[in-house]
T-cell receptor, first 115, second 114 residues
């Protein structure tokens, strides 16, 4: 079975300091992995995706993630947090079933940014 | 145009009402999705349409009825809902229904059943 585990339910950082959101995945196949962000009462926005090309993936708004097969991880980082980064973040794996696919979401990590 | 547009943004309905949620995209995407999201939880897949055909129904109760009139539009018809159906309903689309294709999400419809 394919799934993702987000290791932190809540992360609090000071503005201007680095952000690290941790995600581990399990997959029988070469996975497709995504990070999405959701601001309060909004839809989900794609930050970045990994689909077996470069292991270091750069996304929007200064975010990047590194795919580490040996550690089955896909952690999201940003060098310097901004107040606008306060949101819910979801790590997502594309799950291959017998005849179809679906996105499997992690439980989410809430990020708060202190001024 | 890289948007998925959902209407209405907010909806309050009684348990005997019939209402519809609408979703529209003009990106030429051939896969469209309905998700349900409860507070503080990740989205849960309800339905998948691929090339205007219903491809996945994740055991959703029949009081939710999806419809895909054409490749740009997706509706969700609601009838005899329960208070526990109150949630944020998200529509999404993707270029195709494949493993490595990202989904684009709308802003959602906040549904309250009274």
């Amino acid at each position: 079975a394919q799934s993702v585990t987000q290791l932190d339910s809540h992360v609090s950082v000071s503005e201007g300091t680095p952000v690290l959101l941790r995600c581990n995945y399990s997959s029988s196949y070469s996975p497709s992995l995504f990070w999405y962000v959701q601001h309060p009462n909004k839809g989900l926005q794609l930050l970045l995706k990994y689909t077996s090309a470069a292991t270091l993936v750069k996304g929007i708004n200064g975010f990047e993630a590194e795919f580490k097969k040996s550690e089955t991880s896909f952690h999201l980082t940003k060098p310097s947090a901004h107040m606008s980064d306060a949101a819910e973040y979801f790590c997502v794996v594309s799950v291959r079933r017998s005849n179809d696919y679906k996105l499997s979401f992690g439980a989410g990590t809430t990020v708060t940014v202190r001024a | 145009d890289t948007e998925v547009t959902q209407t209405p943004k907010h909806l309050v309905m009684g348990m005997t009402n019939k209402k519809s949620l609408k979703c529209e995209q003009h990106m030429g995407h051939r896969a469209m999705y309905w998700y349900k999201q409860k507070a503080k939880k990740p989205p849960e897949l309800m339905f998948v349409y691929s090339y205007e055909k219903l491809s996945i129904n994740e055991s959703v109760p029949s009081r939710f009825s999806p419809e895909c009139p054409n490749s740009s539009l997706l509706n969700l018809h609601l009838h005899a809902l329960q208070p526990e159906d109150s949630a944020l309903y998200l529509c999404a689309s993707s270029h195709s229904w494949t493993a490595n294709t990202e989904a684009f999400f709308g802003q959602g419809t906040r549904l309250t059943v009274v």
